[in-house]
């Protein structure tokens, strides 16, 4: 059968000039589903709309050419606007196709979704095993009637299929990108990284031990579940031979997953030889971390760590449902410099009751940690997240694009949280301070030339980015 999966473009424009600071990551929820569709011998093509800029109109031409029997779309709350806009197309050009929803914002509010047809079934759980049973069962004239985990329309009432058991992950295929071909993905857009065809995306492990307020990743996975050693291992090796690939980044919410998986896998890619021509990226935890992982991750290619820092006050911590189980938060950092891997600090701020001292404080806290690169996101209550929960009522009817730490008061309208943190335009202009203060520090400009992590044209646009933001701001 065929099937079309997409990786859907937000409505920029609202988004403002501060678009550039969340730039597209290799499609592995839409690609790992793909592969197993061509793999059962249905025929597949794949569409990343986000990273190719694409709009309505040019996803359309694609789509009438293709001609799919279904249409899938990856659905997260902040590109729903642009879900929202192709799936009108697909109705209005190609009423017989039908069209499936599956990821975060499709898990919340599978229900809705089908009662308003932007869906005609929505996956509520992994996409690789249900997907495929769907297709299956529509090729040959059937409907979802049975299959765990969707949602769907049986002509008279809407059906929510009882959830099924977990995904084996050892069972998921190697993703084929080159599904994707062709797009030169710039999820870091570090010069250093420049060389080789495209930074792929691996996940070992699926689910989160832990219970951050502002996350709701929880929502699909229930619990940590992790792919045997041997097979991450067998899979970046098949990346870097078959289509050259020498950097990837790890797509887990934390990797590794546990401090033994990580030194199994260290040993795994040396004993591999793939430390020497593999680098990869991450995201940690600082309390997860100690010396000895950072060392021996740091000897099997790790290249760039992300740490999730989010608040230099206590109080704010604890709010957020994150208390940093790391007694001295700068040793992780430290760590990463000795062997030569770096850091990315990422903070959040504007929590509800969050004051303007205490976000000095947030940012001072990253001018002492100093990392490499560091990102400044204002809260954002994902729907699912306990943040969302407390302020259901009001944030019922929320226009999706707002749902973004990159929002511009200026275009896209006051944050979600407004009514519980500081104003718009001063959450704004903290948020544009605290980059500004960070980078244009003349040692900070000095070793990222230095150390090619940043091209002059990055710069530049940043820069950029922050100018035209300033002179948006509200009055």
Not at 126 to 143: F, I, S, T, W, Y
Not at 145 to 155: A, E, N, S, V
Not at 203 to 232: D, E, K, W, Y
Not at 359 to 387: H, M, N, Q, R
Request: proline share 6%; hydrophobic share 45%.
């Amino acid at each position: 059968m065929r099937v079309m999966l997409v990786n859907p473009r937000p409505l920029w424009d609202r988004l403002g000039p501060m678009e550039r600071f969340s730039p597209a990551i290799p499609p592995l929820g839409v690609v790992w589903p793909a592969t197993v569709l061509n793999r059962a011998g249905h025929t597949v093509a794949v569409v990343d709309q986000h990273a190719l800029k694409m709009d309505t109109a040019g996803l359309m031409a694609n789509v009438r050419r293709f001609n799919p029997r279904l249409i899938g779309f990856s659905a997260l709350t902040f590109a729903m606007d642009g879900v929202e806009d192709a799936v009108a197309a697909v109705r209005s050009q190609l009423p017989h196709t039908r069209i499936v929803l599956g990821n975060l914002h499709a898990a919340v509010f599978h229900k809705e979704l089908v009662a308003r047809r932007i869906a005609d079934f929505v996956i509520r759980c992994e996409g690789e095993d249900a997907l495929l049973r769907l297709v299956n069962a529509l090729e040959k004239g059937h409907d979802a009637d049975g299959i765990p985990g969707i949602t769907w329309f049986d002509g008279k009432d809407i059906i929510v299929n009882p959830d099924g058991p977990d995904l084996d992950m050892a069972t998921l295929p190697v993703p084929d990108w080159s599904l994707v071909s062709g797009i030169r993905y710039e999820a870091f857009r570090i010069r250093r990284f420049d060389a080789g065809p495209l930074p792929a995306a691996v996940q070992a492990s699926r689910g989160c031990q832990f219970q951050c307020r502002f996350c709701s990743q929880n929502i699909m996975h229930r619990r940590l579940r992790t792919r045997p050693v041997p097979l991450v291992v067998r899979e970046i090796s098949a990346l870097h031979e078959k289509l050259g690939v020498t950097a990837l980044g790890f797509v887990d919410s934390n990797f590794p997953p546990t401090r033994s998986y990580g030194l199994e896998f260290a040993t795994a890619m040396k004993a591999a030889g793939l430390h020497r021509s593999v680098r990869w990226f991450t995201e940690l935890r600082l309390d997860m971390a100690d010396e000895e992982l950072i060392r021996e991750c740091a000897s099997a290619g790790m290249a760039l760590v992300q740490f999730g820092v989010e608040s230099g006050n206590r109080d704010v911590l604890a709010a957020m449902g994150k208390s940093q189980g790391c007694r001295d938060l700068a040793a992780p950092f430290a760590w990463c410099r000795a062997n030569g891997v770096l850091t990315v600090g990422l903070f959040v701020i504007g929590m509800p009751g969050e004051t303007e001292q205490q976000i000095e404080e947030t940012i001072a806290s990253a001018l002492a940690l100093d990392p490499d690169l560091a990102k400044f996101s204002v809260a954002t209550p994902y729907p699912g997240s306990g943040l969302w929960h407390d302020h259901l009522d009001a944030l019922k009817d929320a226009a999706y694009h707002k749902f973004s730490g990159w929002l511009d008061p200026h275009t896209g309208g006051a944050h979600l949280l407004e009514p519980w943190t500081l104003p718009s335009a001063r959450l704004a202009a903290l948020q544009r301070s605290a980059m500004r203060r960070f980078y244009a520090r003349p040692r900070k400009l000095a070793r990222l030339f230095a150390g090619g992590l940043i091209r002059p044209a990055t710069l530049l646009q940043g820069v950029g980015s922050l100018i035209k933001a300033r002179r948006n701001r509200i009055k």
